[in-house]
C-alpha cells in the first residue's frame, strides 16, 4: 500500500513569516494530494488539493507544488497570521482507493 | 445544507458495553468513511464504504463492524467496548473514493472505562 511521510512534525514561525510542510509518498500511481487543516477541537477541512496532472496550484496565501518524479508535495503558507495555527494533514490517493495520510504537522504562529 | 452528521458527540461507555456512532450526509456522496484519531497518532482508517452496499477494512478494524444503511448513512459499531477504543471518531464522505476531497463531520468523543 501507500506510505506517507510527512515534515516536520512541529513546526513554530514568527508572523508574516512562510512557513513549508513537505511530504513524500510512496506509489508512483497515486495522483490525488489533498491537504487538510485540523483546529483545536475541530474537525480537518480540505484547504487546497491538487492532481498529479499540475505541478503547482495557489488559493490566496497558500500554495501546493508536486514534483511527481521525486515523489513529494508541499505545503506553503505565505506571510502567516496567528490563525494558521493549527494541525495540517497531507494524503495521497488514487481512483477508487483510500486516502493515506501522513501524521500531521503542528504549526504555530507566533504574534 | 447540513453535510456530514455524526451523533452522539459525546459518549461515555463502561468496557464491555456496545454502542453504535451514527453518521448521515446529504450531499449525494457515494463514498464514505471512519477514521479514529488519536493523540500523536494522527488519522487512522477503520473501515470505508467506496460505494452503497460494499464495505472495506482499514488500518484498524479489529473491535469494530460497520453499516452501509443506505446511500446517506454509514454507522460503526463497537461491540464490547474496550478503554483502548477511547478516541475521537469522524465520519466523512466524499463523492467518490480517491479522486475527490472528503468532508468531515464534527467528530465523537468516546471514552470507555
Known amino acids: 500500500g501507500e506510505n506517507v511521510e510527512q515534515h516536520p512534525s512541529t513546526l513554530s514561525v514568527q508572523e508574516g513569516d512562510s512557513a513549508v510542510i513537505k511530504c513524500t509518498y510512496s506509489?508512483?500511481?497515486?495522483?490525488?494530494f489533498p491537504w487538510y487543516k485540523q483546529e483545536l477541537g475541530k474537525r480537518p477541512q480540505l484547504i487546497i488539493d491538487?492532481?498529479?496532472?499540475?505541478g503547482e496550484k495557489k488559493d490566496q496565501r497558500i500554495a501546493v507544488t508536486l514534483n511527481k518524479t521525486a515523489k513529494h508535495f508541499s505545503l506553503h503558507i505565505t506571510e502567516t497570521q496567528p490563525e494558521d495555527s493549527a494541525v495540517y494533514f497531507c494524503a495521497a490517493s488514487r481512483a477508487g482507493n483510500q486516502f493515506y495520510f501522513g501524521t500531521g504537522t503542528s504549526l504555530t504562529v507566533i504574534p | 445544507n447540513a453535510g456530514v452528521t455524526q451523533t452522539p458527540k459525546f459518549q461515555v461507555l463502561k468496557t464491555g458495553q456496545s454502542m453504535t456512532l451514527q453518521c448521515a450526509q446529504d450531499?449525494?456522496?457515494?463514498?464514505m468513511y471512519w477514521y479514529r484519531q488519536d493523540p500523536g497518532m494522527g488519522l487512522r482508517l477503520i473501515y470505508y464504504s467506496a460505494s452503497e452496499g460494499t464495505t472495506d477494512k482499514g488500518e484498524v478494524p479489529n473491535g469494530y463492524n460497520v453499516s452501509r444503511l443506505n446511500k446517506r448513512e454509514f454507522s460503526l459499531r463497537l461491540e464490547s467496548a474496550a478503554p483502548s477504543q477511547t478516541s475521537v471518531y469522524f465520519c466523512?464522505?466524499?463523492?467518490?473514493?480517491?479522486?475527490?476531497?472528503?468532508?468531515f463531520g464534527s467528530g465523537t468523543r468516546l471514552t470507555v472505562v
Open positions: 450531499m449525494n456522496h457515494n463514498s
Open positions: 466523512a464522505s466524499s463523492e467518490y473514493a480517491g479522486n475527490y476531497g472528503y468532508t
Open positions: 506509489d508512483s500511481a497515486s495522483n490525488y
Open positions: 491538487i492532481r498529479s496532472n499540475v
